[in-house]
């Protein structure tokens, strides 16, 4: 397994401040093989990865940064027909032979839509100076995890797991009493809540896109 973390805010919005040092650091454990930062320009998105290496040991690092920085991918899991996929956009100017990179050219080619030809476990984060907008999509049986919260002031902070957002200095730990008596009757918290207050799993199918003027929609790619 490896780690996502990031925040993304609407365009012109406050730069916030968001060290990726510490969110690394509690994600080690998933990704103790290495790891990558990437900030936008305008501190707008940025991201931080830490990385367990199984495929394409020596150019599969993250984020995954394409023309120039126009777009950025992060994902955790593994596309199992990664190859087929690489085989479908031949034209495409790979900088890796891992599993994650095909997404890119998918996303071009097909839009929020190059999620139903994905195969595989995964949590990922695209994210496109152009339109400067968020996509994280979750796969479709939700094996690997992505909980977010919404920013004051707009935007959102995601990561593979709860303390990664505590660990960025954004979002305080705060019990939500109504999730914990979810949990007392029923042994888990059912999703899209947690027990904290304002951190949603993102469910299992579905996709969250957040825009450039602060809108942020879900909707559900596969039942």
Same mark, same amino acid.
């Given at each position: 397994? !490896?780690? %996502? ?5 609407? @365009? ?10 510490? +969110?690394?650091? +509690? ?8 790891? *990558? ?7 707008c998105f940025r991201a931080a990865f ?7 040991? #020596?150019? *599969? ?13 992060? !994902? &955790?899991? =593994?596309?199992? &027909?990664? $190859? ?10 790979? $900088? ?5 990179e095909v997404v890119l050219p998918l996303?071009?080619?097909? *839009? ?6 994905? &195969? ?9 100076? =152009?339109?400067?907008?968020? %996509?994280? +999509? @979750? ?16 935007? %959102?902070?995601?990561?593979? =797991? ?14 939500? #009493?109504?999730? +914990? $008596? ?8 059912? *999703? ?7 951190? #949603? ?14 809108? %942020? #929609?879900?909707?559900?790619?596969? @039942?």
């Amino acid at each position: 397994m !490896c780690g %996502i973390a990031g925040l993304f805010v609407p @365009r012109g919005a406050r730069v916030l401040d968001w060290d990726p040092a510490p +969110v690394q650091a +509690v994600m080690r454990h998933r990704g103790p093989d290495g790891g *990558g930062q990437f900030a936008s320009p305008d501190k707008c998105f940025r991201a931080a990865f830490t990385r367990l290496a199984i495929i394409d040991l #020596e150019t *599969g690092d993250q984020p995954i940064v394409a023309e120039g920085g126009a777009r950025v991918l992060l !994902c &955790n899991g =593994e596309i199992y &027909n990664y $190859r087929e996929l690489r085989a479908d956009e031949p034209d495409y100017p790979y $900088r890796t032979q891992g599993d994650a990179e095909v997404v890119l050219p998918l996303a071009t080619r097909w *839009g929020e839509d190059f999620v139903h030809r994905l &195969n595989g476990m995964y949590a990922l984060a695209l994210w496109q100076a =152009e339109p400067h907008r968020l %996509i994280l +999509v @979750r796969d479709r049986l939700g094996v690997k995890p992505l909980y977010w919260a919404r920013l004051p002031g707009g935007g %959102i902070a995601f990561a593979s =797991e709860i303390k990664a957002l505590f660990a960025g200095g954004l979002v305080a730990p705060a019990v939500d #009493e109504t999730a +914990v $008596r979810a949990y007392l009757t029923h042994g888990y918290v059912p *999703g899209p809540r947690t027990l904290f207050a304002g951190i #949603e799993k993102l469910p299992p199918g579905h996709l969250l896109r957040a825009d450039a003027d602060g809108g %942020i #929609e879900i909707r559900r790619y596969w @039942r």
